[in-house]
């Protein structure tokens, strides 16, 4: 899946007022050229907010139930339970960084950022092993 990452010498805004081949930049600013139009950040941005919001209400709710009532306290729905502790996780710590990222047009984050938005949507995914289900079905 690509990243959006443009490192490598490709064009970027230089902060001396003259215009470059991605248009003028904003003052102030030494930033990559943007992927995508403004537009298609913010919806991007409420594309991303919306599903994070979902899944982190969604998945506190099955959690929520599960410690409320103790006949739902099986081995079955303690492996729903662990799906959706990942899923939670992965909408807490695997969206935020997209998201904002989304909110100010283009990755804002260094390479550990990177590193780290990678590193946790892959525990996150790998924990809750719901691919894994899918696979063998």
Not at 22 to 43: C, K, Q
Not at 45 to 65: C, E, K
Request: charged share 15%; with cysteine.
């Amino acid at each position: 899946m690509y990243s959006g990452n443009r490192s490598g010498g490709q064009e970027y805004w230089v902060d001396d007022g003259a215009a470059s081949s991605a248009g003028p930049a904003p003052a102030g600013t030494l930033s990559p050229a943007p992927l995508f139009s403004a537009g298609a950040y913010e919806r991007l941005a409420l594309l991303l907010g919306s599903t994070g919001l979902l899944g982190v209400g969604n998945n506190l709710l099955v959690l929520v139930l599960y410690y409320k009532f103790p006949r739902l306290r099986s081995p079955t729905h303690l492996f729903l339970v662990n799906l959706s502790l990942g899923d939670l996780l992965e909408s807490l710590f695997g969206v935020a960084f997209t998201f904002v990222s989304c909110l100010r047009s283009g990755w804002v984050w260094d390479a550990v950022g990177c590193v780290w938005d990678g590193f946790s949507r892959s525990l996150f995914e790998k924990s809750s092993s719901h691919k894994c289900i899918r696979n063998a079905i």
